[in-house]
């Protein structure tokens, strides 16, 4: 059973950064493709960034791009996101998921068989 662990949330002003962490066990992490969500108080769960098992192939919701990178270490079985100048509205519980059956990225939620218990990110104007 594979399971993935965030970490790296926390309070951060308008315009920092955080960096968060998924680290993943119990699975062959490099055959994976990863991906991070996010879900704000009220409203569903939506796509952040995915990165395909080799991450040579990525892909961002418009509303992150330019300023969140997705990465990932086959050989510390994590994925990373990195997110610079933050805004208020990024605030919400930030989740890894790992998709077993993609070797591409997979921007579909349903589509991911495990998911971490998930990270607050609060940013404060």
């Known amino acids: 059973q594979v399971q993935l662990v965030e970490s790296g949330g926390g309070l951060v002003q308008a315009g920092g950064s955080l960096r968060l962490s998924c680290a993943a066990s119990g699975g062959a992490f490099s055959t994976y493709a990863m991906g991070w969500f996010r879900q704000a108080p009220g409203k569903e769960r939506e796509f952040v960034a995915a990165i395909s098992r080799s991450g040579g192939a990525i892909d961002y919701a418009d509303f992150v791009k330019g300023r969140f990178t997705i990465s990932r270490d086959n050989a510390k079985n994590t994925v990373y996101l990195q997110m610079n100048s933050l805004k208020p509205e990024d605030t919400a519980v930030y989740y890894c998921?790992?998709?077993?059956?993609?070797?591409?990225?997979?921007?579909?939620?349903?589509?991911?068989?495990?998911w971490g218990m998930g990270t607050q990110v609060t940013v404060s104007s």
């Open positions: 998921a790992a998709d077993p059956q993609d070797s591409y990225y997979n921007t579909i939620i349903y589509e991911y068989a495990y």
